[in-house]
């Protein structure tokens, strides 16, 4: 079945940035709406980003401004763009594809917004 991997997490100091990946393989990538979630420790899982298959975009509150979800149909590949970070941000950050039929995770990435 499909097949989600994220990568880019790691260490960042607060006002940092990262860029996070999430490469799709074994779907057809441009009919499915793609978004970024994340899971602080103790925390529910909570949507962060979204890009539909037409490129229309949405992002929690708590990111607006600051993040940028984008898709590179060609790449079957999804980025978030994470800038101005806080230690707020420290979470998973899981990958997700959607379409009528099939939902698809990713196993997550870590991102430490430390100093």
């Known amino acids: 079945q499909g097949q989600l991997v994220e990568s880019g997490g790691g260490l960042v100091q607060p006002g940092g940035s990262v860029r996070l990946s999430c490469a799709a393989s074994?779907?057809?990538?441009?009919?499915?709406?793609m978004s970024w979630y994340r899971q602080a420790p103790g925390k529910q899982r909570e949507l962060v980003a979204t890009?539909?298959?037409?490129?229309?975009?949405d992002y929690a509150d708590s990111v607006k401004g600051r993040f940028t979800i984008s898709r590179d149909n060609a790449k079957n590949t999804v980025y978030l763009q994470m800038n101005s970070l806080k230690s707020e941000d420290t979470a998973v950050y899981y990958c997700?594809?959607?379409?009528?039929?099939?939902?698809?995770w990713g196993q997550g990435t870590q991102v430490t917004v430390s100093s």
């Open positions: 074994r779907i057809t990538f441009s009919i499915y709406a």
């Open positions: 890009i539909t298959k037409g490129g229309s975009t």
């Open positions: 997700n594809a959607r379409s009528s039929l099939h939902h698809y």
